[in-house]
């Protein structure tokens, strides 16, 4: 009904059936609704497609999926519709697919981040060599000649570092777009991890890095290039976990701070 009504709506606008100036007046005499709600119903079937899930739904429900990516509407629609999904579980769901789609996203910025950061640092030190190299065209000294094989390492460092990081940024834009094919996809509503799944993940990771805060004397000695190595695994883990204490913080009524 609510698509219906914003489509007739649509077209009596886009058509010009309503005489300028009259159009709210006649809004409220035609539908009963105020053009605030007009405008909402026809923003509705805008997004709506023909013969979507979507349309079954009642108000609340169809807005709560149409903030999603559009790729996860129609399956989730879908599974809403033929479960008979309540409110609160389909909260619960709309903010599980958010929190992966935002962790993959924060990936991907933070890949691109450092691939950024290693480009421009190539683009230095290539103009740092060059002035070098032209202000020793009249006899390289000795000192000279050290400070240009110098620059030179340090540039074939940072085009290797550059390279790597191009490969990561690349490889976490293929992760999110993999993760959104897989959550328009899934319509079956079963999660893709168990609880002891997660548990016995959570405890081999403390394992394998849980001496990671006792090593203050060694990270002082790493070099910068470590440090940051160090530091982007850190802004992955705490973006993961930010993502899946909203996830449950939803399921279980809370907020988290």
């Not at 300028?20 to 609704?33: D, I, L, P, S, Y």
């Not at 016995?200 to 190595?229: C, D, V, Y």
Request: proline residues 2%; aromatic residues 4%.
């Amino acid at each position: 009904k609510i698509v219906e009504v914003g489509r007739c709506l649509l077209a009596a606008k886009e058509q010009k059936l309503v005489p300028h100036g009259q159009w709210e007046a006649w809004v409220t005499k035609t539908t009963g609704m105020n053009e605030r709600q007009a405008q909402r119903w026809m923003q509705i079937a805008r997004e709506v497609p023909e013969g979507s899930y979507l349309s079954r739904l009642e108000v609340g429900k169809m807005r709560m999926i149409l903030a999603l990516p559009e790729e996860q509407r129609e399956p989730l629609a879908r599974k809403t519709v033929e479960q008979d999904i309540d409110t609160r579980t389909l909260k619960a769901e709309i903010r599980r697919l958010k929190g992966e789609v935002e962790q993959a996203q924060a990936e991907t910025r933070i890949a691109k981040g450092y691939a950024e950061h290693s480009d421009q640092r190539v683009r230095e030190l290539e103009v740092k060599l060059d002035r070098a190299v032209r202000s020793s065209t009249g006899g390289i000294s000795a000192e000279a000649q050290k400070e240009i094989d110098r620059l030179r390492l340090q540039l074939e460092d940072a085009k290797t570092l550059a390279k790597v990081q191009a490969e990561k940024r690349q490889k976490a834009q293929q992760e999110l777009l993999e993760l959104r094919q897989r959550s328009a996809d899934r319509d079956d509503g079963r999660p893709g991890l168990t609880s002891s799944e997660f548990l016995n993940a959570a405890r081999q990771f403390i394992l394998t890095a849980g001496l990671m805060p006792h090593m203050g004397a060694e990270l002082a000695r790493a070099s910068a290039r470590e440090r940051e190595a160090w530091r982007q695994g850190l802004e992955l883990v705490e973006g993961w976990a930010k993502a899946a204490r909203s996830a449950l913080s939803t399921v279980e009524g809370t907020v988290e701070a």
